[in-house]
């Protein structure tokens, strides 16, 4: 039978299941720089209580990965469903700040279709990356970014003021800006709890008698790694690991680490040894406790206004994040450990409850997945596909990889299989091949150790050509151009 034939039949075998409410709400939970080393992950470092309650009732995809590993172009393709050569967007300038809709005319995006369609669309925080834009006018409804504060502590004050000092002198501080800080205060003192207080009072207030699209955006544990104290004291800093890969993949290529090196524009790398490698892996590890608490009291509002078991709840992350691995602290490369994310729905009434789905799946596909459950139509530019044939069959047909990409002088361009990740920089405009890399990813550790592009020729010639069919029929922008500053 036609693959298309047989998801179709599948789906519709799959929305009958969902009959019972028609427009559930949608509660759309973003988390900055996550990584899926939670419990419901296999792991054990992290205390995640409430997501891994949400996994438990929910259908966890454990091989879900972006399509570039850099906040901006990530989450503009999520909302919009398109890859990033549909929309055309690789990266972003704090100092050339854009409104995306003003250059992407006709684009639907997952919040204006469910407001179009009779939903009540709200967003706080970082669901956007606001250098992007943040759609206010087509997507929501109503938006707030919430209060921004990152350092409220005297020890943090002090090391600005120290580092500003040493730069009036004509010195190079070795720390810029704190990397990691703490403080014993409410949650709401930092922004991801007043984030969070504005998204419990939305819930409690709300009397709408339309379904409501509530979207909440966590910036932590985005550096700086700073959260109240009582999320620090949650770990013992001697029991906390080190990376098991601190170099580099043997064979790597000169394209594979990227040159974007994000904890210097808070530390200098010479001080990051091993007790500060810990300190670090700290600090992320107390973001995280500290953002799950907060989707904790979310949840928590939803059960006492009734709205629960009517609501559709959908976790994700933007990217991954190197933690010390292969040596950096930063993202912006195709490397798993970078684009793999956590992915998690919740359905009303906990149906397919503790289902886990190994098949490697998009960010894209959260588009089509949400419109299919809440019954409304799936927008034309969405490039995505609907996840829910593998809700109830997780060995189901589906695409052959997923796409992550990244732009510098060249392209580079990465699929993952169940098996392998392919990886081909080429010319940007001619598409001919610059350099390959080929990882088999163990199941265990989820992250390339050797480049063995050389000993399968076979599968290299088989990926590429995968890669270049993709290339050669994939959507392209050809509408109006972000002006360059």
């Known amino acids: 039978m036609d693959r298309i034939l047989f998801q179709i039949i599948v789906l519709m075998i799959c929305l009958n299941s969902f009959s019972q409410i028609k427009h559930p709400n949608v509660l759309f939970i973003a988390i ?14 992290i205390i995640s209580p409430n997501i891994d309650r949400l996994a438990n009732e929910g259908v966890v995809f454990t091989r879900a990965y972006c399509q570039v590993a850099l906040c901006g172009p990530s989450r503009l393709s999520l909302m919009t469903g398109m890859h990033p050569d549909g929309i055309k967007n690789y990266g972003m300038n704090k100092n050339n700040k854009i409104e995306w809709r003003d250059f992407r005319p006709g ?51 002090k090391i600005l ?19 990691v800080d703490f403080y014993d205060t409410a949650d709401e003192s930092y922004t991801d709890g007043n984030i969070a207080k504005l998204a419990v009072d939305f819930i409690n207030e709300y009397n709408r008698e339309k379904p409501f699209f ?4 966590f910036n932590k544990p985005h550096l700086p790694f700073v959260a109240p104290k009582k999320y620090w004291d949650l770990y013992e800093r001697e029991q906390i690991k080190l990376p098991k890969y601190r170099k580099p993949p043997k064979g790597k290529t000169s394209h594979t680490l990227s040159p974007y090196k994000e904890i210097e524009s808070y530390i200098s790398k010479v001080i990051i040894d091993e007790a500060k490698i810990k300190e670090l892996r700290h600090g992320y590890y107390a973001c995280v406790s500290y ?12 059960n006492e206004k009734g709205e629960l078991e009517k609501t559709i709840i959908v976790i994700w992350g933007d990217h991954g994040f190197k933690l010390g691995d292969y040596g950096e602290w930063a993202k912006a490369t195709n490397l798993e450990v970078d684009a793999r994310v956590p992915l998690i729905f919740r359905m009303p009434a906990k149906e397919n ?18 419109c299919d459950i809440a019954n409304i139509k799936i927008p034309s530019n969405a490039e ?69 592009e050389g000993k399968y020729p076979s599968v290299v010639k088989e990926m590429s050509k995968m890669l270049h069919d993709y290339i050669k029929t994939a959507p392209k922008w050809n509408g109006p151009q972000i002006p360059k500053k």
């Not at 900055?32 to 054990?44: F, V």
């Not at 580092?163 to 704190?178: F, L, Q, S, V």
């Not at 509530?214 to 955006?217: D, E, F, H």
């Open 107 to 157: 684009v639907t995006s997952i919040p204006e279709q469910f407001k179009n369609n009779g939903y009540y669309a709200i967003g706080f925080g970082k669901i956007y990356d606001n250098r992007l834009g943040i759609d206010e006018n087509s997507s929501w409804d109503e938006f707030d970014e919430g209060w921004k504060g990152k350092y409220i502590s005297p020890r943090s004050k």
């Open 161 to 179: 003021a120290e580092a500003k000092a040493a730069r009036n002198a004509g010195k190079e501080p070795t720390i810029t800006r704190p990397a």
């Open 32 to 45: 900055d720089d996550m990584r899926p080393e939670l419990n419901c992950y296999g792991k054990t470092q």
């Open 384 to 452: 995505g596909e609907s996840l829910l044939p593998l809700f109830f069959n997780p060995e189901a047909d589906f695409r052959p990889f997923a796409l992550t990409q990244y732009a510098r002088k060249e392209m580079a361009y990465s699929i993952r299989t169940k098996e392998w990740r392919y990886t081909e920089y080429v010319n940007k405009k001619s598409y001919e091949t610059i350099e390959q890399e080929l990882y088999r990813i163990d199941d265990n550790t989820l992250m390339e150790d050797e480049n063995v």
């Open 214 to 217: 509530l979207a909440v955006g």
């Open 291 to 302: 953002v799950d608490a907060q989707i904790g009291k979310i949840v928590e509002a939803l």
């Open 353 to 370: 409850a503790g289902t886990y789905i190994a098949t490697p799946v998009e960010l894209t596909d959260i588009m089509p997945t949400l």
